[in-house]
């Protein structure tokens, strides 16, 4: 009896060997390449196993016939497989695909910078744009520090890629902004109306930019407000230059916020200290302030409404350059102001709307007055050229008035489509000379746009744009597509192409509306390689010109215009930041090399602009000691000296180049630098920061280009009202430790 027991226990697990089935194989992605640690397993059963680091997997089963083999990883759509287990081995082969996910997708970066609070890393936040030395938080100031941008100093806007400063426009929540800048001043750059700190998000589009939005030839700065704040606080601010005081409110449900703001510019005590090369008659002054209120929906959504307004006035006198004794006095008193109206909402099903409305509206009064060295107003009867550009008047009004629609749905995975449409009504009337110049416009713009992700490592962006000038009478179709492609760990390659149109400026509408839309074809390449703490990225690109502006002499101080105008850009931007070689320590550095050529405007023929250097480069660096509360942020800048020219009339009643050179070399070594006292105090009620910043530290004589008298015979260089700008200030914060805005969280 012993022995029969003993066989019947040792023949028990052959027997189940031999009436099992081996299953075994390997899993590989669509790539062929192997996954570690995927699950299989015979569905309804206990039977499977894993991966090993090679892909590969083996089990025993002793399940009969047919069964559902499953495949599931993370980050993969799970496999079922049906088998047929009859005792003889299986071997197999599994294909995952992997699942489309937002995170792991890869993004389109060609033409775009994106920067904020998104859930990729960023290339600038707001906070960045605040604490880089020389921005003194303006915006344009911090991206002038990317490539593709020129070191432009004597007028205001983003030069980007060849453009001109008119042709990058700047939206809110998805509308345009008609007057981002303030009002201008004769070669002085006005800096920018807008807090970085009113934006969660900033995408800087140096070319092929979204179907969603249209009228910038070159550039698209796309800001995104911030919906709620974290909590309800007080805030106030005082310099040598400003003073402020400002609150906003959440509510105790926190499903809904309001805020106000005023601000008063005074720069009298400054001019005294730090002597100007203008000579101002008018103390430069300004009143601003905003209100707004934010509230979340039943479904998720939110709306938000922002209003500024802003009044200044100055005048200052420079040295007539048309003669030894006498001066040019230039005044101006601006009103801007500005709304903004949006709505974003889940309307279910997958599918999201977004609405948003605009009004503004900018009323400059500008006097220009020739003097005696009395200041005294001197007249010049007969004299056209003194008359039409010395003595004169202007009182201007500019309203724009816009609604616009963007629907989006959901297809297949995270492929979407979006579509919708915009209207603009917009109003100019310029008074000058007596002359009343007067333009009317209904804008309408029709677009549509997919993102197609074919994989995690494949994706592309169609869209097509129509847009149709009531002013102009005039409509066209702009087509944009747009390709990236995941060649590794973090990398990408991308390549975009577009079509973008914009209306010719209204100075030049003034005097002939039967010309047309601009027209710039752009074409980029871009490979990036970006986790959070390094980002490489190297793009080229290439821009046609088609249908600029030219602008050929007439008689009585006149001109024609028309669309003959054309031109290209070329060149390479180069862009390095890295967080995490040096610890505490954060730089980025940039490069661009530009080509470009233009035949447009008063051009004799195809010149290199005098707004664009050849080589621009920019070093940023910044680090916060915790151990004394304290950061200190430098930039340096260097750009190549960039072309001037003297046009003038001919015998012939044709332009030509009178004279011509290069300015010198841009070089700017600008520091900042915070103290924040309140770091480390638990307790603390008040939250403080002192700030302190200097431009040009080294005092570089700049040249932005030259000036000329009318006969050509006396040119002066254009240059800053002084060689260096000094601020300090103290930012004091109740209710929200504002001190750690201080610190780049990603350090």
Same mark, same amino acid.
């Given at each position: 009896m012993r022995t029969l027991i003993l066989l019947i226990i040792i023949s028990l697990p052959v027997n189940l060997l031999i009436s099992q089935t081996r299953v075994s194989g390997r899993v590989i992605d669509n790539k062929g390449k192997p996954i570690a640690g995927a699950s299989l397993s015979l569905k309804q059963t206990y039977d499977g196993t894993v991966t090993d680091s090679t892909g590969k997997f083996s089990f025993r089963s002793t399940e009969k016939g047919k069964q559902v083999l499953v495949a599931?990883?993370?980050?993969?759509?799970?496999?079922?497989?049906?088998?047929?287990?009859?005792n003889t081995p299986l071997d197999m082969e599994i294909v995952l695909k992997e699942k489309l996910d937002e995170l792991r997708a890869v993004m389109v970066t060609a033409g775009s910078f994106a920067a904020g609070d998104s859930k990729r890393a960023a290339v600038m936040s707001s906070l960045d744009i605040a604490t880089t030395a020389g921005s003194n938080a303006d915006i344009t100031a911090a991206l002038k520090t990317l490539p593709g941008t020129q070191q432009v100093g004597e007028q205001e806007g983003l030069f980007v890629r060849g453009g001109a400063g008119y042709e990058t426009k700047q939206f809110i929540d998805g509308t345009l902004v008609n007057n981002p800048y303030f009002s201008s001043v004769p070669d002085i750059a006005s800096r920018g109306r807008f807090s970085p700190f009113l934006f969660k998000g900033t995408v800087f589009t140096t070319g092929g930019y979204s179907a969603l939005y249209g009228q910038a030839l070159s550039s698209a700065l796309l800001l995104e407000s911030i919906d709620l704040p974290g909590k309800s606080e007080v805030?106030?601010?005082?310099?040598?230059?400003?003073?402020?005081?400002?609150?906003?409110?959440l509510a105790k449900n926190k499903k809904s916020s309001w805020g106000v703001n005023y601000g008063y510019v005074n720069v009298g005590v400054y001019f005294k200290l730090v002597k100007?090369?203008?000579? !101002?008659? =008018? *103390?430069p002054q300004f009143h601003n302030g905003d209100v707004n209120f934010r509230f979340k929906t039943k479904k998720g959504g939110i709306v938000k409404f922002y209003s500024t307004f802003a009044n200044g006035n100055l005048g200052l006198r420079r040295p007539d350059i048309d003669s030894l004794n006498l001066k040019d006095a230039f005044s101006l008193t601006n009103y801007n102001w500005y709304n903004n109206l949006s709505w974003r909402e889940n309307l279910g099903k997958e599918w999201k709307m977004n609405l948003g409305a605009g009004y503004s509206t900018n009323k400059d009064n500008i006097s220009q007055q020739v003097q005696d060295q009395s200041n005294q107003p001197k007249h010049f009867p007969g004299n056209m050229y003194y008359m039409q550009n010395k003595n004169f008047d202007l009182q201007r009004r500019q309203d724009l008035s816009q609604v616009k629609a963007v629907f989006e749905k959901k297809i297949i995975g995270i492929s979407a489509i979006?579509?919708?449409?915009?209207?603009?009504?917009? !109003?100019? =009337? *310029?008074?000058?000379?007596?002359?009343?110049?007067?333009?009317?416009?209904?804008?309408?713009?029709?677009?549509?746009?997919?993102?197609?992700?074919?994989?995690?490592?494949?994706?592309?962006k169609l869209g097509v744009r129509f847009e149709y000038s009531a002013l102009l009478n005039k409509s066209d179709i702009a087509p944009r597509l747009s390709l990236a492609y995941k060649t590794g760990k973090d990398?990408?390659?991308?390549?975009?192409?577009?079509?973008?149109y914009q209306k010719p400026e209204n100075s030049q509408l003034y005097y002939s509306t039967a010309i047309g839309m601009t027209k710039a074809s752009h074409y980029i390449i871009n490979y990036q390689k970006m986790n959070h703490?390094?980002?490489?990225?190297?793009?080229?690109?290439?821009?046609?010109?088609?249908?600029?502006?030219?602008?050929?002499p007439a008689a009585n101080f006149t001109a024609i215009y028309n669309n003959s105008g054309n031109g290209d850009a070329k060149g390479i931007d180069v862009f390095w930041r890295d967080k995490k070689s040096i610890k505490n320590f954060d730089y980025w550095v940039s490069y661009s090399y530009i080509d470009t050529r233009r035949d447009y405007l008063n051009y004799p023929g195809k010149l290199q602009p005098n707004f664009v250097a050849n080589h621009t480069a920019s070093v940023v660096m910044k680090r916060f000691y915790t151990q004394i509360?304290?950061?200190?942020?430098f930039t340096y800048t260097y750009a190549t000296g960039r072309p001037y020219y003297n046009l003038m009339v001919n015998n012939n009643n044709k332009y030509i180049i009178a004279d011509q050179g290069k300015t010198k070399s841009f070089n700017s070594l600008n520091f900042s630098a915070e103290y924040v006292p309140s770091i480390g105090k638990q307790n603390a009620k008040t939250f403080i920061v002192l700030f302190a910043s200097m431009t040009n530290v080294l005092g570089a004589n700049q040249v932005?280009?030259?000036?000329?008298?009318?006969?050509?015979?006396?040119?002066?260089?254009?240059?800053?009202?002084?060689?260096?700008?000094?601020?300090?200030?103290?930012?004091?914060?109740?209710?929200?430790?504002?001190?750690?805005?201080?610190?780049?969280?990603n350090l």
């Open positions: 599931s990883n993370i980050g993969y759509n799970p496999v079922e497989q049906l088998i047929d287990l009859q805030n106030a601010s005082i310099s040598p230059l400003f003073l402020g005081l400002g609150t906003q409110q100007q090369t203008p000579d !101002y008659f =008018k *103390t979006r579509f919708g449409g915009e209207f603009w009504h917009s !109003y100019d =009337k *310029t008074v000058i000379h007596d002359s009343l110049y007067k333009l009317i416009d209904n804008y309408t713009a029709l677009f549509a746009e997919s993102d197609v992700f074919l994989t995690n490592d494949l994706a592309a990398a990408q390659v991308s390549l975009a192409y577009g079509i973008f703490d390094r980002i490489f990225r190297v793009e080229a690109y290439y821009k046609k010109y088609d249908d600029l502006i030219k602008i050929f509360k304290s950061g200190f942020n932005f280009g030259y000036n000329y008298s009318y006969n050509g015979m006396y040119k002066e260089p254009v240059t800053p009202p002084s060689k260096r700008f000094y601020f300090i200030g103290c930012f004091l914060s109740w209710g929200v430790d504002r001190s750690q805005d201080a610190i780049n969280n």
